[in-house]
């Protein structure tokens, strides 16, 4: 069955460490998401991409990247990863305009 | 800009009663609107979604949502509880007239629904 997979499922790592997230969807879908989930704040959106090399900023993007070589796979990169960036991370596709579905999500902190 | 507004943090019912969810929302145009479901250490899950149409959608696991455009609601709802409802729940909002961003989603903060035996 097509799915979406995030890993890894947990990690932890130190504060100024590079970290990448990795999301990979086997519906073709051409447009994914990442968000992070935070007590009292929902689900917020980091970046999102529309098609392969396409990529665009979310509503909290400092201090994230992503790239998109290929339909499958949208990374998401924390170039000097700070403890506010403790969070879960979802990451999300959809084939239309319509609803969305996400990966298990991706539980990090930064120490 | 498109917002949600869940206005309770959690709702409690009794199971085999009725239970409602509210959402309320904030868009220029027509919204696309959403309902998701987390249970725990999970992703969320997509319930059901209004575009355009009849008012009243119906779900997943017996779920509906009824659309008030003049109270700009979207109220989700089940007749009779389930234990295994207990989850934490999601509205969200399109404005599918919002240009080169439209595709995004704009949640609200989660309700924490728990059903008591």
């Known amino acids: 069955d097509a799915e979406i997979t995030q890993s890894p499922r947990h990690k932890i790592t130190e504060t100024g460490r590079q970290v990448t997230l990795a999301c990979h969807q086997t519906?073709?879908?051409?447009?994914m998401f990442w968000y992070r989930q935070d007590l009292g704040h929902g689900l917020r959106l980091i970046h999102y991409?529309?098609?392969?090399?396409?990529?665009n900023k979310g509503e909290v993007s400092d201090g994230y990247s992503v790239s998109r070589s290929n339909t499958e796979d949208l990374p998401l990169t924390l170039e000097s990863a700070a403890s506010s960036q403790t969070s879960v991370y979802f990451c999300?596709?959809?084939?239309?305009?319509?609803?969305?579905?996400f990966g298990p999500g991706t539980r990090l902190t930064v120490t | 800009a498109q917002s949600v507004a869940q206005p309770e943090d959690q709702v409690n019912v009794a199971e085999g009663n009725p239970l409602t969810v509210k959402c309320t929302y904030s868009?220029?145009?027509?919204?696309?609107l959403f309902w998701y479901v987390q249970y725990p250490n999970r992703g969320l899950q997509f319930l059901l979604k209004?575009?355009?149409?009849?008012?009243l959608v119906k779900g997943s696991y017996g779920f509906e949502a009824e659309f008030n455009k003049s109270q700009t609601s979207f109220h989700l709802k089940k007749p009779s509880a389930l234990v295994s409802d207990s989850a934490l729940y999601f509205c969200?909002?399109?404005?599918?007239?919002?240009?080169?961003?439209?595709?995004?989603?704009?949640f609200g903060k989660g309700t924490k629904l728990s059903v008591i035996p």
């Open positions: 868009v220029s145009g027509n919204p696309y």
């Open positions: 209004y575009i355009t149409g009849d008012n």
């Open positions: 969200a909002v399109r404005d599918p007239y919002s240009g080169a961003g439209s595709y995004q989603l704009t």
């Open positions: 519906w073709n879908h051409n447009n």
């Open positions: 991409s529309y098609g392969v090399h396409d990529t």
């Open positions: 999300a596709s959809s084939p239309t305009s319509y609803e969305q579905y």
